[in-house]
Nanobody
Framework: QVQLVESGGGAVQAGGSLSLSCAAS????????MGWFRQAPGKEREFVAA????????YYADSVKGRFTISRDSAKNTVYLHLNELKPEDTAVYYC??????????????????WGQGTQVTVSS
C-alpha cells in the first residue's frame, strides 16, 4: 500500500504559476501509474494529467494542455504538477492518484487505487 500527500497549493492571480508535489511513502512510486485530478465546488472530479511508470509518456486534459506539466522523480519518490498560465477556472482541489496496473484508462478516476487528501488551488481574476 502507498500513502500519498499533496502539497504546494495556494492562491494566485490569473496568469500565475504554482507547483504541486505528491510525495509517496510505503511503496516506491515507480511501481505505479500516476495521475492528477481536480474537483471544483459543485462539480465532478475531472482528469488533469497522468504519467506512466517509466515517465516516458504523459497525458493531459485538453483544458490544461500546453499550460500544465506532469513529471516524476523516482529518487525523491515524488510526482509533480507544474501549473502555468493559471485561469480562474483552474480553481479546484487537486488530487494525486496511483494505479498499480501497468496500463490503465488514465482519464478515469476509478482506475486508480490510492488517493491523496488533496491540495487547494485558487486562482483570482
Amino acid at each position: 500500500q502507498v500513502q500519498l500527500v499533496e502539497s504546494g497549493g495556494g492562491a494566485v492571480q490569473a496568469g500565475g504559476s504554482l507547483s504541486l508535489s505528491c510525495a509517496a511513502s510505503g511503496r516506491t512510486l515507480s511501481d505505479y501509474f500516476m495521475g492528477w485530478f481536480r474537483q471544483a465546488p459543485g462539480k465532478e472530479r475531472e482528469f488533469v494529467a497522468a504519467i506512466n511508470r517509466g515517465g516516458t509518456n504523459t497525458y493531459y486534459a485538453d483544458s490544461v494542455k500546453g499550460r500544465f506539466t506532469i513529471s516524476r522523480d523516482s529518487a525523491k519518490n515524488t510526482v509533480y504538477l507544474h501549473l502555468n498560465e493559471l485561469k480562474p477556472e483552474d480553481t479546484a482541489v487537486y488530487y494525486c492518484a496511483a494505479g498499480f496496473r501497468y496500463s490503465l484508462n488514465y482519464g478515469t478516476a476509478n482506475e486508480y487505487n490510492y488517493w491523496g487528501q488533496g491540495t487547494q488551488v485558487t486562482v483570482s481574476s
